[in-house]
């Protein structure tokens, strides 16, 4: 069980790998717990953007936060260019912060409103890379410039800047030091969809610029089907499948995929009006008391007893990445296939 | 449309910043009808929640006020009512829910007990039948175990499930209109769709009229009979719902068709509104959306665009509407 599960095969230059991450929380010593990220792996190409999907409770902010060392892992490796960041200390770890950076969904949040853009931006050029001075003016100008904002607006404070300007300075502070890695987790979630737009437009130049790579995280598959290569489909601390964008987008090969595809409203009246929808009752599983066997057992449609009683290994899929479901193996035995080669739907 | 439950004319809302008036929803004006569900749609800052929170007061005044406009429900003027036949009106006839029912109910009462209290606020029935009207009422909503969830506190539900409180609340006295200011945005898809299937069956329940706020159009796409798309506080356009996304009548309303990011395969780089949305303090002199548009003219800038009525319903505040063709979804 504890065996990390088998990826999909890349083919890149692997720059993140993460293998089997748990991270578990007590309120309490005395309290059940919960296990918000359980036996979690995947991993992300250099220059490459994977997408993290999942609802609230899923795990995906935990992932992140984990890897940032901002929560403390219970076991499992997250490796970055050859280095453990979960058992990394001191120094070390001090130097690879400066290799993986964060931005989040509210930048107000991330900013001490005291300071002036030079400096929120500069302190990490001066803490992390010891560029002072001209050479920090320098560099803060260029970072301005490449998120969209000009050098008038150095001597600003973040409130005086709208939403998506703020989180323009935010980008602009993580790519300050040149990480190979920025985690955003629902970075352009509370941005109108026009600046959500031109937030993504950034991303995108920004990596072909400087070959970082991206986790984003979101719940929006809308957006992540747009910006990531391949996507992690996450379901109370488990991953339920994983692969190409494409593939889990077109032909979703879990259940919870196709439930969650399903539920995406779409801006289009008349194919909204056709559309067969899979509307899933209840709601996920308490995490400090979960189900044994399949997490999502008490809502998928295709249900079979198996189900109820073991956690289905991860296997490959056709067209690239794994999916954790009975139907795969036992059942119908969908030997890789996606869901639409289900002739009859059990359940 | 004969005969419709609400008609909003000329709604003005101006909040005082310090320095003097701002209008924050300009001379708005549209219809509700009976069993009807209008959207109300629009970015930040484009004044749609405060238009709804104005149709029953429930604006703070001050700083704000209703300078101007009417609200008439079933022929009845809502603007200008004292607090106390404001009292009678929501609830009773009017029922908001709201994006965050947290911030909406009250932490130290069980939800049973919330529900019993707006019920004897309304209706002159005892304590015993209002507590059953509470649990029926969550039995209609889909929480399961009503008698014994009741009795539970707030924190003890869901994000959903505290949604499908406040919808029963909502609807516990049969109000004639449904005011659901982003109901679903913070919920998961699933249970968004959950909840947006829940409305719609109580709706049909009760035959209730909708007015439902949101930024996202692939909800409009799914619930409202009709849109009125908001900025900058003014009506930009006011459409039937197909009528808005295939043949869409002011540059805004395509510019926002255009940005909505699809599931369907990867197309190069998103469309996007170039600029961001106005402050009130900072509208423009003329149309305010002619910063951003990429059909502006001088006369865009020059002063205020008249709503044009186009026939069937529909209405444009744009100066180029009879010589642009837009493009909407395909």
Sequence with gaps: MSEPATTVASGGDVLLSIEDLHVTFRRRRTDRPVRAVNGVSFTLDRGETIGVVGESGSGKSTIARAVMRLVPAERGRAVLDGRDLLTLGGDDLRNARKDVQMVFQDPYSSMNPSMVVADLIGEPLEVQAGITGAARDKRVAELLDNVGLSSRHLQRYPYEFSGGQRQRIAIARALANRPKLVILDEAVSALDVSTQNQIINLLEDLQHGTGVSFLFIAHDLAVVRHIARRTVVLYLGRVMEEGPSERIFETPAHPYSEALLSAVPIPNPAVQRQRARVVLSGEPPDPSNPPPGCPFAARCTYVMDVCRTTMPEPTPVDGGGIVACHLQTTGPALGGRSLSGLSVRPG | ?330
Excluded at chain 2, 76 to 103: D, H, Y
Excluded at chain 2, 175 to 204: G, S
């Design chain 2, 1 to 330: 449309m004969t005969d419709p439950l609400l008609v909003v004319d000329g709604l003005t809302v101006e909040f005082y910043s310090g320095t003097g008036w701002e209008k924050v929803v300009d001379s708005v004006s549209f219809t509700v009808g009976r069993g009807e569900t209008l959207g109300l749609v629009g970015e930040s800052g484009s004044g749609k929640s405060v238009t709804c929170m104005a149709l029953t007061a429930l604006i703070p005044m001050p700083p704000g006020r209703i300078s101007a406009g009417s609200v008439r429900l079933d022929g009845r003027e809502l603007v200008g009512l004292s607090p106390k036949e404001l009292e009678s009106v929501r609830g009773a006839q009017v029922a908001n829910i709201f994006q965050e029912p947290m911030t909406s109910l009250n932490p130290a009462f069980t939800v049973g007990e919330q529900i019993a209290e707006m019920v004897r606020r309304h209706q002159k029935i005892d304590r015993k039948a209002a507590w059953a009207r509470a649990v029926e009422m969550l039995d209609r909503v889909g929480i399961p175990n009503p008698a014994r969830r009741a009795k539970e506190y707030p924190h003890q539900f869901s994000g959903g499930m505290r949604q499908r409180v406040m919808i029963a609340m909502a609807v516990s006295c049969e109000p004639k209109l449904l005011i659901a200011d982003e109901p679903t945005t913070a919920l998961d898809v699933t249970i968004q769709a959950q909840v947006l299937e829940l409305l719609k069956d109580m709706q049909t329940e009760f035959g209730m009229s909708v007015v439902f706020i949101t930024h996202d159009l692939g909800v409009v796409a799914q619930v409202c009979d009709r849109v009125v798309v908001l900025y900058g506080g003014r009506v930009m356009e006011q459409s039937g719902i197909d009528d808005l996304y295939y043949r869409p009548v002011h540059p805004y309303t395509e510019g926002l068709l255009t940005a909505m990011p699809q599931i369907g395969p990867r197309s190069g780089r998103l469309a996007s509104i170039p600029g961001s949305t106005p402050v009130p303090s900072s509208l423009p002199a003329g149309c305010a959306f002619s910063p951003r548009c990429p059909y502006v003219l001088d006369e865009c800038r020059s002063g205020p665009v008249p709503l044009t009525e186009l026939g069937g319903g529909r209405a444009s505040r744009c100066v180029r509407v009879h010589d642009l063709t837009l493009v909407g979804t395909k």
